[in-house]
């Protein structure tokens, strides 16, 4: 199986650091949404989209990738993303993602979260959230994950 993970990370590397875990695990290519295009998805058999969650919702250079792909039909797809608060609130910021790819013909096979540093606006002020996440226990699980997928 050929794999591709496109991913968004800024601040800290958070979501980045998930990415090549679960890349190592697929041996997948990993791609900015900058570095990628919807005509080089055909190639793959499996499809990564990620980033670190920004008010509210998955990066904007993302969402625009997705929103700008032609027709995917079939073509399968998984959903992953870190943030400050982490745990359900990622899961259900993740959904909108999830959906967004639905409606361009991917089949979603699930969708993985974790904790991850976030020092943005007040959250500098006391240390950030998340602090020192995602951990190794993070990556295993992100690594367990990917397993899955294959």
């Known amino acids: 199986?050929?794999?591709?993970?496109?991913?968004?990370?800024?601040?800290?590397?958070?979501?980045?650091?998930?990415?090549?875990?679960m890349?190592?695990?697929?041996?997948?290519?990993v791609l900015t949404p900058m570095e990628a295009s919807g005509a080089m998805l055909g190639k793959y058999d499996l499809v990564g989209f990620g980033s670190g969650i920004y008010f509210g919702r998955?990066?904007?250079?993302?969402?625009?990738?997705?929103?700008?792909?032609?027709?995917?039909?079939?073509k399968k797809a998984f959903v992953f993303s870190t943030s400050g608060?982490?745990?359900?609130?990622?899961r259900m910021l993740s959904s909108g993602l999830a959906d967004q790819l639905g409606k361009k013909g991917f089949v979603v096979l699930g969708d993985f979260t974790c904790?991850?540093?976030?020092?943005?606006?007040?959250?500098?002020?006391?240390?950030?959230?998340?602090?020192?996440?995602p951990d190794e226990k993070d990556l295993l699980k992100a690594e367990e994950f990917a397993k899955k997928l294959e």
């Open 23 to 29: 890349a190592r695990v697929l041996g997948a290519d």
């Open 115 to 133: 904790p991850g540093w976030d020092t943005f606006g007040v959250f500098s002020w006391f240390g950030g959230l998340g602090k020192g996440r």
């Open 85 to 90: 608060l982490g745990g359900i609130f990622n």
């Open 58 to 74: 998955h990066h904007r250079s993302l969402s625009s990738f997705v929103e700008n792909l032609p027709d995917m039909t079939g």
């Open 1 to 21: 199986m050929k794999a591709l993970i496109i991913c968004m990370s800024v601040h800290h590397g958070n979501t980045r650091k998930v990415a090549e875990r």
